[in-house]
């Protein structure tokens, strides 16, 4: 009777282990089908193979730089592939990412917050889940396996065991993906060029009198690996410092091609918070760039 007993439940067990395993990776193949989250959109949304820039960043590239206006501007084409909460690593995945699909670009534009240049990222970033989709690929698959978190241990071990990063990243992985069985193509604030902007708070106009100096070491040592795989696949590294309200970022190095415009923005009705542009502020930073970046591409 006993043996029946323990039968039973290792049959229960194992049923809830199959279906589990099976509910995971179907979640994962349908966020692969989708285009919610930027590696997805930047697989299924994106079908043209060659650029002449992509902005790669954190939540500052997303928000200040609109790739439409930049190409309406100087007839170029980008795509902005900025995911807010990443880091430069994060940023790093995301151009084997992009160089993975087969696609090129002339000019990579990184445009992360100021202080993630001197960074030392010991973890995954929060957002660097939204990756866990192609955790098959080596290189997501290496990416994750190189840090020690639980997290991190969680997203590099779901190669074979699917439903612990799902599990794991429930609220951001397996509701999002029933959400795609609906609405495949609706993208989690982006738009069709991967844009995002932060709204207007106020139009109070007050000048910005004071700019303090923000001394930018280039320490982080994803930077030299970003730089490393841009030459391999003949891409031009521009670093790039989104206007901060009363910063000024000072670099402390000639090693990379800078387009400094932490201080272009002097009055607080540009600014939705001390790191972000608001959306007049995108379209007056967005313009700014585009008449620089032009002076480059000859």
């Not at 932490?262 to 918070?273: G, I, P, Q, T």
Request: glycine share 4%; proline share 4%.
């Amino acid at each position: 009777m006993m043996q029946l007993f323990f039968k039973r439940i290792g049959f229960i067990l194992l049923l809830g282990f199959g279906i589990a395993m099976l509910v995971s990776a179907g979640s994962l193949w349908l966020l692969r089908q989708s285009s919610f989250y930027k590696p997805s959109f930047l697989v299924n949304d994106i079908p043209e193979k060659n650029f002449d820039y992509i902005v790669l960043g954190a939540s500052t590239g997303l928000t200040t730089l609109n790739t439409t206006v930049i190409d309406s501007v100087i007839q170029t084409k980008g795509i902005n592939l900025s995911m807010d909460d990443t880091a430069l690593s994060s940023q790093y995945l995301m151009l084997e990412h992009f160089l993975a699909q087969g696609k090129t670009t002339k000019f990579c534009v990184l445009a992360p917050s100021a202080a993630s240049f001197d960074a030392k990222d010991p973890d995954i970033s929060d957002n660097d889940y939204r990756f866990l989709p192609y955790i098959n690929e080596d290189y997501v698959f290496q990416y994750f396996k190189q840090y020690t978190s639980t997290r991190a241990k969680l997203v590099s071990n779901s190669k074979w065991l699917p439903m612990l990063g799902v599990s794991y990243f429930n609220v951001e992985v397996f509701y999002p993906s029933l959400f795609t069985i609906i609405q495949p193509k609706k993208r989690n604030r982006f738009d069709a060029k991967g844009n995002y902007t932060y709204p207007i708070k106020n139009n109070k106009e007050a000048a910005i009198s004071e700019f303090k100096a923000f001394p930018v070491s280039f320490s982080n040592h994803y930077i030299a690996k970003i730089k490393a795989l841009c030459m391999a696949n003949n891409i031009e590294l521009i670093c790039y410092f989104s206007p901060i309200k009363g910063r000024k970022v000072i670099a402390e190095t000639t090693s990379f091609s800078i387009i400094n415009h932490s201080d272009v923005l002097k009055n607080e009705a540009y600014f939705y918070d001390v790191l972000h542009v608001n959306t007049r502020g995108r379209q007056m930073a967005s313009i700014h760039f585009a008449n620089v970046f032009q002076t480059l591409l000859k």
